[in-house]
């Protein structure tokens, strides 16, 4: 039997097989501390699973709308207007299968042969499979611990073409928690607007920030970026939901019916009665997300003090998301060595910066409990002088 040639060009999830890797290691019993998780580590709250078990005993369990329940898409559109300042209606939102079928559904409308699409490295790891899934090209842009690993005005400016169809920004970032400020924002916005691409907007982390990090969406900067912004966001990060699959996309209603075409004959709806949870999450009390946000903030505090009295590891400290990406240069390891080794030798699971494009750093999430990290990172610290 023969494959489709699409296949061999994507590598699978290696976050996806690092973590199943270090469940199953834990289900056999071994004590693993991981930090590989990429969902933050709480139950989802209650009054959003209430809403949701009211919707299924009320019969709300039949196809629905394509594009998602309208009280969704009103609720989407209503937080984007509150929170975000950007002026879109329901008929500008789609509802999709997690924020993922948002960006894989959206490359599969916009982005054919020929077509270059700008990606800042390090980046979330699936955003180059999905554009070469749509037979376009990633053009990946290395950043530096040094710029906090943002791209730059110049950089961008630098790669984009005749051939260039979009370009994704991811702020906060997955995974370095790097966020643009807003006048980092506005330069970008100019240069979108300048060169006359699109930009898509990949804000899942929007609500996890710390200490005074303030998070602009791009489409907010002027009228001519909102017109060539294409917004992607979910409930997974925020609302601690990755499994009831629920993202979104907003863009103009040109792309919206596009993308709405593609899911009518790949996913249609999402789940129908898992939609009224989306709902209660957003028109119900935000306190949920505050909770969270304060246990990472303490995390945060913990984990990056620690990696960098680590000899020789260091790691900027995140403005956002749940994540430290720590430079593993001095070690003289490679990313995916040093992870097999760790987890091997310590049970420790990271995930290898080679998936995120840069080899020389790992990726630590901090969505765990504080045992798991002092417990996790003192078999770290052993690791790394055992090397030498
Ligand atoms: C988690 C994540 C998503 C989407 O997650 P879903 O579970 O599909 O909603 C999208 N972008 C980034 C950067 C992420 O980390």
Same mark, same amino acid.
């Given at each position: 039997m023969k494959l489709a040639a699409r296949v061999n060009q994507v590598s699978p999830s290696l976050t996806l097989a690092i973590s199943a890797k270090a469940k199953e290691m834990k289900a056999s019993g071994i004590d693993v501390c991981s930090f590989s998780a990429g969902e933050p580590d709480f139950p989802t709250p209650q009054h959003v699973c209430d809403a949701a078990k009211k919707a299924l005993d009320e019969g709300k369990t039949k196809y629905g709308a394509v594009a998602g329940e309208l009280a969704l898409r009103e609720a989407i559109a209503n937080k984007l207007k509150t929170f975000n300042k950007l002026d879109y209606s329901a008929q500008n939102i789609i509802v999709t299968n997690g924020g993922k079928f948002s960006l894989y559904n959206l490359m599969q409308t916009l982005v054919e042969e020929g077509d270059e699409v700008i990606i800042p490295a390090p980046f979330w790891l699936s955003y180059p499979q999905m554009v070469k899934l749509a037979g376009g090209t990633p053009i990946v842009v290395d950043t530096?611990?040094?710029t906090n690993y943002k791209i730059t005005p110049e950089q961008l400016q630098a790669v984009i073409t005749p051939r260039t169809k979009l370009f994704i920004l991811n702020s906060?970032?997955?995974p370095t928690g790097t966020v643009y400020s807003p006048s980092e924002i506005r330069a970008l916005a100019k240069l979108v607007v300048d060169n006359d691409i699109l930009v898509v907007s990949d804000e899942i982390y929007e609500n996890i920030l710390y200490d005074d990090a303030e998070h602009l969406s791009i489409g907010a900067v002027s009228p001519e970026v909102?017109?060539? &912004? !294409?917004l992607c966001?979910?409930?997974?990060?925020?609302?601690?939901?990755?499994?009831?699959r629920i993202g979104y996309t907003a863009a103009s209603e040109e792309?919206?019916?596009?993308m709405g075409k593609i899911q009518s004959h790949s996913t249609s709806n999402v789940c129908?009665?898992?939609?009224?949870?989306a709902i209660a999450a957003l028109n119900e009390s935000q306190e949920c997300v505050q909770t969270m946000l304060k246990a990472f903030t303490e995390r945060r505090e913990y984990i990056c003090q620690a990696i960098n009295n680590i000899e020789q590891l260091s790691c900027p400290r995140p403005d956002g998301a749940f994540y430290v990406f720590?430079?593993?240069?001095?070690t003289g390891k490679k990313s995916l060595d040093f992870c097999s080794t760790l987890l091997e030798s310590e049970q420790v699971a990271a995930i290898p910066g080679i998936a995120f494009g840069a080899d020389d750093c790992i990726r630590m999430s901090y969505a765990t409990?504080?045992? &798991? !990290?002092?417990?996790?990172?003192?078999?770290?610290?052993?690791?790394v002088s055992s090397l030498g």
């Open positions: 530096k611990a040094d906060p970032s997955n909102f017109q060539r &912004t !294409i966001n979910g409930f997974a990060k925020s609302y601690s939901m990755t499994g009831w792309i919206i019916g596009a129908t009665f898992a939609q009224y949870g720590v430079d593993i240069s001095k409990d504080m045992e &798991t !990290i002092k417990k996790g990172i003192a078999r770290l610290e052993r690791f």
